[in-house]
């Protein structure tokens, strides 16, 4: 069982900056991917970035140049730099992480809120 704890969120104005972290703990040497998701009011979760065992990356066309994501396995974390935020990044931020098997584990969900 896999534990997934997230942390970064919180309330800034367009144009600024948040770094979303997600560590991970129990039976993490069987990790291969991991990702964050986002869900808006009324909306359902989307993908916004997602990286590979290997370091290969994919993001969302709406975050693509102003976000980041990055992995260190040593510590059993994930990463996500926001650039250049706009209200509509407004969500919450849901942490990911699928095993080699194929089970997938959630986060709890940290709130994004920018401000216009």
């Known amino acids: 069982q896999v534990q997934l704890v997230e942390s970064g969120g919180g309330l800034v104005q367009a144009g600024g900056s948040l770094r979303l972290s997600c560590a991970a703990s129990g039976g993490t040497l069987s990790i291969n991917a991991m990702g964050w998701y986002r869900q808006a009011p009324g909306k359902q979760r989307e993908l916004v970035a997602h990286i590979s065992s290997g370091g290969s990356t994919n993001y969302a066309d709406s975050v693509k140049g102003r976000f980041t994501i990055s992995r260190d396995n040593a510590k059993n974390a994930v990463f996500l730099q926001m650039n250049s935020l706009k209200p509509e990044d407004t969500a919450v931020y849901f942490c990911?992480?699928?095993?080699?098997?194929?089970?997938?584990?959630w986060g709890q969900g940290t709130q994004v809120t920018v401000s216009s």
């Open positions: 990911n992480v699928k095993m080699y098997w194929g089970t997938v584990y």
